[in-house]
């Protein structure tokens, strides 16, 4: 009975250990964009022509950052679970072009895209923009100073494509059984 009592203390104690992950690597992943977005609208103010302009883009974009991180602290509080997905149609370009301005201002890094056209698809936008800002933080991360990196699409009648490749070290070797892991990080 004893060692079946430490046995239930250990699976909570690594539930909620995996749970505290989650939840931090969801909150982390807005805020990188967030401390960008800061740090342009300082380099832009100075521009008299443009701060009406520049500071409703920070605001817009702050605020639905902000919005993403209120989400996921509200469902943590209930019940400690991550939001559930609110399907609906989604246009992936606008999350795109959206994501990329969020780090278009990265000193180091040149970030190309081609014409994103409508990319419709049934989903949650607040999950897919995660999952956007994910991809592009850790593109950035990835390369050197001189980093580049690219996001294409392409599409058919069955799929969509979405394609963002960098010009970093790539992934490895040791490691590749792992990057489907949810949750896993270097």
């Not at 409703?56 to 993403?68: H, S």
């Not at 209120?70 to 072009?97: G, H």
């Not at 278009?104 to 994103?116: E, R």
């Not at 999952?131 to 069955?158: C, E, H």
Request: a negative charge; charged letters at 30%; proline letters at 3%.
């Amino acid at each position: 009975k004893s060692q079946q009592e430490k046995l239930i203390i250990n699976e909570r104690h690594e539930a909620w250990g995996n749970l505290a992950r989650k939840l931090a690597h969801e909150i982390k992943n807005p805020l990188t964009p967030m401390k960008l977005s800061v740090q342009h609208l300082r380099r832009v103010v100075s521009l008299k022509d443009k701060d009406e302009e520049h500071l409703k883009q920070f605001e817009d974009k702050m605020i639905g950052q902000i919005e993403l991180l209120t989400e996921i602290a509200d469902e943590f509080s209930n019940f400690a679970e991550l939001p559930k997905a609110k399907m609906k149609s989604v246009d992936l370009s606008v999350i795109i072009r959206n994501t990329i301005s969020l780090y278009s201002h990265h000193k180091n890094v040149k970030i190309a895209y081609d014409q994103l056209n409508d990319i419709v698809v049934f989903g949650d936008e607040n999950q897919l923009t995660r999952v956007f800002n994910n991809l592009l933080k850790n593109s950035i991360q990835a390369v050197d100073s001189n980093g580049k990196v690219s996001i294409s699409t392409d599409f058919d009648s069955l799929q969509n494509v979405i394609l963002i490749e960098d010009n970093g070290v790539g992934i490895p070797a040791e490691i590749e059984d792992k990057i489907f892991e949810p949750k896993f990080t270097t």
